[in-house]
């Protein structure tokens, strides 16, 4: 669904995956690396993906995460306004609203 959603708001935001697999798979950040490249290559994720190496909580404040599952989408303005937040896989319903807040018209 977000690869979907990408496709259709190409000209109007930049996604960036954000991956925190070493956090449940410690080892060589760059194999993991290579690992979520190769993940969202076979996906099909034409936007890019990093990797966290920093420590949970430091992401999950970053970010203001409120639960330390998986996934969760926050769109966020270039000013830095929180647009949207979805925690949980996206429904094909969630995704509309997505593409309202990321194009303004929320």
């Given at each position: 669904?977000?690869?979907?959603a990408?496709?259709?708001?190409?000209?109007?935001?930049?996604?960036?995956?954000?991956?925190w697999?070493?956090?449940d798979?410690?080892?060589d950040?760059?194999?993991?690396?290579?690992?979520?490249?190769k993940?969202?290559?076979s996906?099909?994720?034409g936007?890019p993906s990093v990797?966290?190496?920093?420590?949970?909580d430091?992401?999950?404040?970053?970010?203001?995460l409120?639960?330390q599952?998986?996934?969760?989408t926050?769109?966020?303005?270039?000013?830095g306004?929180?647009?949207?937040?979805h925690?949980g896989m996206l429904t094909d319903?969630d995704?509309?609203p997505?593409i309202?807040?990321?194009?303004?018209?929320?």
């Amino acid at each position: 669904r977000l690869v979907r959603a990408h496709a259709g708001l190409a000209d109007a935001a930049e996604f960036i995956g954000v991956s925190w697999d070493l956090f449940d798979h410690p080892g060589d950040p760059k194999k993991v690396a290579k690992k979520v490249a190769k993940f969202a290559d076979s996906a099909g994720v034409g936007y890019p993906s990093v990797l966290f190496t920093g420590e949970p909580d430091q992401l999950f404040e970053a970010l203001g995460l409120s639960s330390q599952l998986i996934p969760q989408t926050v769109v966020i303005a270039a000013d830095g306004t929180e647009l949207f937040r979805h925690h949980g896989m996206l429904t094909d319903d969630d995704v509309f609203p997505l593409i309202r807040a990321a194009r303004g018209t929320a």
